[in-house]
């Protein structure tokens, strides 16, 4: 059950991510200012269910660190941190150009 809801958060959040580098070719704000803090929250959901389910197995073997416990964790620390970033970054210009405008 928890593994299943960790592979779709993980896969959902991967998909959004692409959505968003989309939202920023096409150039749609609010797109970006929806996708980004959900693409934060699930990949926070997907990496503590991944740590959970990692403890619950006995962690990663022996020497098999890097690509059973690190990479998988930097790549969910990667999309909270660009949700993150994006969402403040579209914000910080919606709030420039509605001062620019009045």
Do not use: H
């Not at 991967?14 to 200012?33: M, N, Q």
């Not at 990692?54 to 020497?63: E, T």
């Amino acid at each position: 059950m928890m593994l299943g809801i960790a592979l779709i958060t993980s896969l959902l959040s991967g998909i959004l991510f692409l959505v968003l580098l989309e939202s920023y070719i096409s150039k749609r704000e609010k797109a970006k200012i929806i996708i980004s803090p959900i693409i934060s929250a699930l990949a926070l959901l997907s990496m503590i269910l991944f740590c959970y389910i990692q403890k619950i197995n006995g962690n990663p073997d022996m020497g098999k660190e890097f690509g059973q416990w690190y990479l998988p964790i930097s790549i969910y620390l990667f999309l909270i941190v660009t949700g993150v970033i994006s969402f403040i970054i579209t914000i910080i210009k919606n709030v420039r150009s509605r001062k620019a405008e009045s």
